[in-house]
């Protein structure tokens, strides 16, 4: 996966890591097609990964810092993830909204176990 993203940061040693995606990467990911359907151009967040010891501590802000400068950079004016409704996560919520990003979609999977909001960032 890293050497098919876009984007692929880390914070040494291990604290924390972001793989990203543009809409022309190849990546098969049922969300990333989602946004592939909808927008031309965009950089998806697949993952971002801090190690529990190191939360609390600014690494997730630090590393979408980086990644908005990178998408700019990479001439996207899209930043777009998602982030699961079931189960419920608060916190990947409380903070991409104060990042300024917004809904625009939801979905469905694993037979109805897991539901998901689509959020976009327009920089």
């Not at 967040?45 to 801090?50: E, K, L, Q, T, Y």
């Not at 980086?66 to 001439?75: E, I, P, T, V």
């Not at 903070?95 to 109805?112: C, K, L, P, S």
Request: hydrophobic share 40%.
């Amino acid at each position: 996966m890293i050497n098919a993203a876009s984007v692929a940061t880390f914070i040494a040693p291990g604290k924390a890591s972001l793989l990203a995606f543009e809409q022309r990467n190849d990546y098969d990911g049922t969300h990333f097609k989602w946004f592939c359907s909808r927008y031309d151009r965009f950089l998806y967040v697949d993952r971002v990964v801090v190690d529990s010891e190191h939360r609390g501590m600014g690494h997730g802000r630090t590393l979408y810092i980086d990644l908005f400068a990178r998408a700019k950079k990479l001439g996207h004016e899209y930043i777009v993830c998602e982030v699961n409704v079931e189960p419920p996560n608060p916190g990947s919520d409380r903070f991409h909204f104060a990042q300024g990003f917004r809904e625009v979609g939801r979905a469905v999977i694993d037979n109805g176990a897991k539901s998901v909001h689509y959020l976009l960032l327009r920089q």
